[in-house]
């Protein structure tokens, strides 16, 4: 693994495109928090074994012992904290650190941070964590500018809670035709990294989009408090710590329902009031209430989800015979699966029905005669939850709660909880439990 391009990498950033002029902090990414290990753990699965499809049929060479030898290609994961490529990484960054301060003169006024894969916490939230101390500091410039360069989208979100006039974000402009699969790979990563191009996303220009959305012709809004309702909104859509709600996809509209969902009931909380106040949720009762109007739609996006699926299968089909690739279940297999389904779940309600006439079901769970039990369904094949688990239904929503919580603590206070993460494969909202204090959810 040749890592001579990194300085040269690091030094066109620094030199030619962003020329700094107070400081430089560099972050590379330590161990995560539990709710982040979780996804990088079957991340790393998918990515090795995509990786064993992708190169099983490219040829083999022998080491000097004679034994075979994997293909020569890159191994994406290695690049996790503690392994030797990181250290390699971090002692090459440090070197060129130095000689870059003793020769440079266009370094030498500048402050240089580096923080290694041996502290604790992602890359990005490490130079957040900078940002909050440098503001605190006694002189700060309330005007200061702030680049940051990375190719992940929560970089945006994260530069918007900061709530800096001046954030700028530096991507690289990235060419996904390239690939892995030729022993050529890493000349033609170099290749692309030389020649690559530059984006700059100015949040200041976000901020004004924002401000035209949310606060034009609606008196008494405040923009700051407004982001940070947007920033929450976007936890509902997933992230890395939470799965996303199952009717919110970003695909089918998720952000148009939740912006006017937004609007549509903010007129009615009273000037000063939103959902969220520096990183806390503000009422439970009116997130509850937004909750609420976001899942009273569900039934009318999975009846519209289940049609298109169906006509997006038609299309499959002529595709995959037209390819000469594997036929895809007919219309009929489909149906008596779903009516094996439908009549496994049918029988479950019959069983606990008789069993326990009286028994108390979960709130929210109300099957209307003629219509398909969406809800119900989707707790019992997902979750393996009856409409009698009330106590695992609200353990559910609680565990959903804590996490909007976290989530919201991580992005503003940095990681409150290393240990804690969601425990459940499936997201869940729509309402909050009035009897449990530290509140929940309830729905899809």
């Given amino acids: 693994n040749n890592l001579s391009s990194t300085p040269k990498d690091l030094d066109r950033i620094i030199t030619q495109i962003v020329k700094p002029k107070v400081s430089v902090y560099m972050a590379i990414d330590g161990v995560a928090p539990r709710a982040k290990l979780n996804q990088q753990r079957s991340r790393r699965f998918r990515s090795a074994k995509d990786m064993a499809e992708a190169t099983k049929d490219m040829p083999r060479e022998k080491d000097d012992q004679g034994n075979l030898k994997g293909p020569n290609v890159f191994d994406s994961n290695c690049i996790t904290p503690g392994t030797e490529f990181l250290a390699k990484v971090s002692d090459t960054i440090?070197?060129?650190?130095?000689?870059?301060?003793?020769?440079?003169?266009?370094?030498?006024?500048?402050?240089?941070?580096?923080?290694?894969?041996?502290?604790?916490?992602?890359?990005?939230?490490?130079?957040?964590?900078?940002?909050?101390?440098?503001?605190?500091?006694p002189g700060y410039r309330p005007n200061t500018r702030h680049c940051i360069y990375g190719q992940d989208a929560d970089l945006i979100m994260l530069g918007l809670v900061t709530h800096e006039p001046h954030f700028t974000i530096l991507r690289e402009v990235i060419d996904f035709g390239g690939g892995f699969d030729n022993r050529n790979a890493l000349k033609q990563v170099k290749k692309v990294t030389k020649e690559s191009d530059f984006q700059?996303?100015?949040?200041?220009?976000?901020?004004?989009?924002?401000?035209?959305?949310?606060?034009?012709?609606?008196?008494?809004?405040?923009?700051?408090?407004?982001?940070?309702?947007?920033?929450?909104?976007?936890?509902?859509?997933?992230?890395?710590?939470?799965?996303?709600?199952?009717?919110?996809d970003i695909?089918?509209?998720?952000?148009?329902?939740?912006?006017?969902?937004?609007?549509?009931?903010?007129?009615?909380?009273?000037?000063?009031?939103?959902?969220?106040?520096?990183?806390?949720?503000?009422?439970?009762?009116?997130?509850?209430?937004?909750?609420?109007?976001?899942?009273?739609?569900?039934?009318?996006?999975?009846?519209?989800?289940e049609v298109n699926d169906a006509e997006f299968l038609k299309k499959k089909r002529k595709w995959n015979k037209r390819d000469g690739l594997a036929a895809l279940p007919s219309d009929e297999e489909l149906e008596a699966q779903e009516e094996a389904k439908q009549g496994d779940y049918a029988a479950m309600i019959q069983q606990i029905m008789a069993q326990n006439p009286n028994a108390t079901f979960v709130d929210g769970w109300s099957p209307k005669?003629?219509?398909?039990?969406?809800?119900?369904?989707?707790?019992?094949?997902?979750?393996?939850?009856?409409?009698?688990?009330?106590?695992?239904?609200?353990?559910?929503?609680?565990?959903?709660?804590?996490?909007?919580?976290?989530?919201?603590?991580?992005?503003?206070?940095?990681?409150?909880?290393?240990?804690w993460f969601y425990p459940y494969h499936y997201g869940k909202s729509e309402r909050i439990n009035r009897e449990n204090p530290r509140f929940a959810v309830n729905v899809i």
């Fill in 369 to 419: 005669d003629g219509e398909k039990d969406y809800k119900g369904r989707y707790y019992y094949e997902k979750l393996k939850l009856t409409p009698l688990d009330v106590e695992k239904h609200h353990a559910l929503r609680q565990a959903y709660i804590e996490g909007l919580m976290w989530c919201l603590a991580y992005y503003y206070r940095g990681c409150i909880s290393w240990g």
């Fill in 94 to 137: 440090k070197y060129f650190i130095r000689k870059k301060l003793k020769e440079d003169p266009s370094w030498r006024n500048l402050k240089i941070i580096f923080s290694g894969h041996e502290i604790p916490g992602e890359g990005e939230h490490k130079i957040m964590e900078h940002i909050r101390m440098m503001k605190h500091q």
């Fill in 200 to 248: 700059l996303l100015h949040l200041s220009v976000l901020r004004e989009y924002l401000q035209i959305e949310f606060c034009n012709g609606y008196s008494g809004i405040d923009l700051e408090r407004t982001i940070d309702d947007f920033v929450f909104m976007t936890f509902l859509v997933g992230n890395d710590f939470l799965p996303h709600l199952n009717t919110l």
């Fill in 251 to 305: 695909g089918e509209g998720a952000f148009d329902l939740l912006f006017q969902v937004y609007k549509e009931h903010r007129q009615g909380w009273g000037q000063g009031n939103y959902l969220t106040q520096s990183g806390n949720i503000s009422d439970p009762a009116r997130l509850e209430a937004f909750l609420v109007a976001i899942g009273s739609v569900e039934q009318e996006t999975l009846e519209v989800r």
